[in-house]
């Protein structure tokens, strides 16, 4: 079983495969042949069992976010069973799709590398043809045309179509961004960002003047937008600015709380200014870091 009406027939090519190939295929197949028995209605797991493409999808966001988080510490020894945990996302989804024949694992497979294959004509050229010669930036552009005709030949004509609504608001205000951009909607320099953030922050004082919650958060969140916008302009991926940002809050935070230990009084017993000094000196003798003005 594949996709209902999907056509695979740019991926008939020849794969040569060398041992750890075979390996990987080994280990693939027998993935699959446990998330089958997990599931199996009379023999398997009953929480495999009773789970949905719902109930499963909370999971699949958890796992990616693992192994974004082992890349960001560079725990490479862990990054491996971060990644099966992710694999098994899309066996457990592929599983759950072949007992409704929706479609199964070797759709899935065939869908992604005709999707390859279809977008990198420098790499993969049809019959008879030569591949043409890209740059990465190039490279790029011809992508993004490749996904717009794509999503107009899915009835998406609008440039923003496609981008997941339950994406984390971060991320899809930047999709957002990048996607408007692309059809000259966009701002001139990150010093026309600064000026609109200045504009912004006007009006969300002036929402709080009105002690109205609703324009408060509409305020806010025009405020959040342009700094997405800003961080865009300058060529600094926002959410790894604040996940930056968290860790070094968490370092510090931990920080102080050791300080008020080792002077053997509660943290919440101390006066805020007490806890700002505590702050004021974890930041005087931390290292450091290159290029970090935050000391």
Not at 98 to 105: G, K, R, S, V, Y
Not at 230 to 259: G, S, T, V
């Amino acid at each position: 079983m594949t996709a209902p009406n999907q056509q695979h027939s740019a991926t008939s090519r020849t794969v040569e495969q060398t041992g750890p190939d075979q390996q990987a295929a080994q280990g693939l197949l027998e993935l699959i042949s446990i998330m089958r028995q997990l599931r199996d209605p009379d023999s398997g797991c009953p929480w495999d069992i009773e789970q949905t493409f719902a109930s499963v999808a909370p999971y699949t966001i958890e796992e990616a976010y693992e192994v974004a988080d082992t890349i960001e510490r560079q725990d490479w020894q862990a990054l491996p069973a971060e990644l099966g945990d992710l694999l098994l996302q899309v066996v457990f989804h592929a599983q759950m799709a072949a007992e409704q024949q929706l479609f199964d694992l070797a759709g899935v497979c065939q869908a992604i590398n005709a999707k390859l294959i279809r977008r990198h004509p420098h790499v993969f050229p049809q019959a008879d043809t030569t591949a043409p010669s890209f740059t990465a930036a190039q490279q790029t552009q011809n992508w993004e045309q490749l996904k717009q005709q794509e999503r107009e030949a899915a009835g998406q004509p609008s440039v923003l179509d496609d981008i997941p609504r339950n994406m984390p608001e971060l991320t899809r205000a930047l999709k957002l961004q990048k996607r408007a951009a692309r059809v000259g909607f966009d701002w001139p320099h990150a010093d026309a960002v600064l000026d609109k953030l200045t504009e912004e922050l006007a009006e969300l004082e002036q929402a709080r003047n009105e002690e109205s919650n609703a324009r408060i958060e509409d305020e806010l969140g025009d405020v959040l937008f342009v700094l997405v916008n800003l961080a865009r302009k300058l060529d600094i991926d926002a959410a790894a600015a604040l996940r930056h940002a968290n860790a070094k809050f968490e370092r510090r935070f931990r920080a102080i709380e050791q300080l008020a230990e080792q002077q053997q009084t509660p943290l919440s017993q101390l006066q805020l200014q007490q806890m700002e000094a505590l702050w004021q000196q974890i930041k005087q003798t931390e290292p450091k870091a290159e290029g970090d003005p935050d000391q």
